[in-house]
């Protein structure tokens, strides 16, 4: 049974900076699109970016386009979220999701 794990949420400032991980245990990325989604309290999960597992391509949400990058070793077993110029918009939840499942969620609080 696949586990993800995610890791590297805090609560920051304005402007700041975060590197969020997965980590899959049980199953290896090799091969399979992984995404990083959120959700905001009172608010549905929405996408925010998503890897091909080549990574010859990735997806962005427009919120978080030029500021987020999405990355992975494969090595590792390890899918990145880089976030940089944090907004408080950007207070959330986050969680990956591959093998049509979803991890715990790493939360995010960005304050002004």
């Known amino acids: 049974q696949v586990q993800l794990v995610e890791s590297g949420g805090g609560s920051v400032q304005a402007g700041d900076s975060l590197k969020l991980s997965c980590t899959a245990s049980?199953?290896?990325?090799?091969?399979?699109?992984v995404g990083w989604f959120r959700q905001a309290p009172g608010k549905g999960r929405e996408f925010v970016a998503a890897?091909?597992?080549?990574?010859?391509?990735?997806n962005y949400a427009e919120s978080v386009k030029g500021r987020f990058t999405i990355s992975r070793d494969n090595a590792k077993n390890t899918v990145y979220l880089q976030m940089n110029s944090l907004k408080p918009e950007d207070t959330a939840e986050y969680y990956c999701?591959?093998?049509?499942?979803w991890g715990q969620g790493t939360q995010v609080t960005v304050s002004s």
């Open positions: 999701y591959a093998f049509g499942s």
């Open positions: 049980g199953r290896t990325f090799s091969g399979i699109a």
């Open positions: 890897i091909s597992w080549n990574i010859h391509s990735t």
